[in-house]
C-alpha cells in the first residue's frame, strides 16, 4: 500500500464548493492545474474525501496497483489522517499505457 507523500494528485474537475461543504469559511484562488498530461498514467478515485481527482500511479508496479494507497486528508475522519482506496472489485487488471486505467474506491479513513 503506498502511504503519504509519495503521491501526486491532478485535479479532474473543480471541486472546490464540496470542499466548502466539508467545511471551510472562505476559499481563496488557486492556480490552475494542468489536468491530465498526456504520457502519465492514472487511477479515478471514486468517493471519499479527494472524490473525483486522479492518483498519478505512473511508474507503479503491478502489486503496488493492487494494494491501493493511504492518502493523507485534512477532510477525513481522523483531520491529518488518511483515507484508504483499494481498487474496484471485479475490474480487470489495468493495462498499462497512459490515461486512466483503472479506478480505486474508497474503503475507510485511518488515523
Known amino acids: ?12 474537475m473543480p471541486v472546490a464548493s464540496s470542499w466548502c461543504a466539508a467545511g471551510c469559511t472562505a476559499v481563496t484562488p488557486t492556480p490552475p492545474t494542468p489536468g491530465p498530461l498526456p504520457h502519465q498514467t492514472y487511477a479515478a478515485l471514486v468517493d471519499g474525501p479527494p472524490d473525483g481527482l486522479l492518483l498519478d500511479i505512473t511508474g507503479w508496479r503491478p502489486q503496488e496497483v493492487d494494494d491501493g494507497a493511504a492518502l ?10 488518511r483515507a484508504l482506496y483499494d481498487p474496484r472489485p471485479g475490474e480487470p487488471r489495468p493495462a498499462a499505457g497512459p490515461g486512466v486505467v483503472c479506478r480505486f474506491s474508497y474503503s475507510g479513513d485511518t488515523p
Open 1 to 12: 500500500m503506498v502511504v503519504g507523500g509519495g503521491w501526486g494528485l491532478v485535479a479532474w
Open 72 to 81: 493523507m486528508t485534512e477532510l477525513s475522519r481522523w483531520p491529518g489522517g
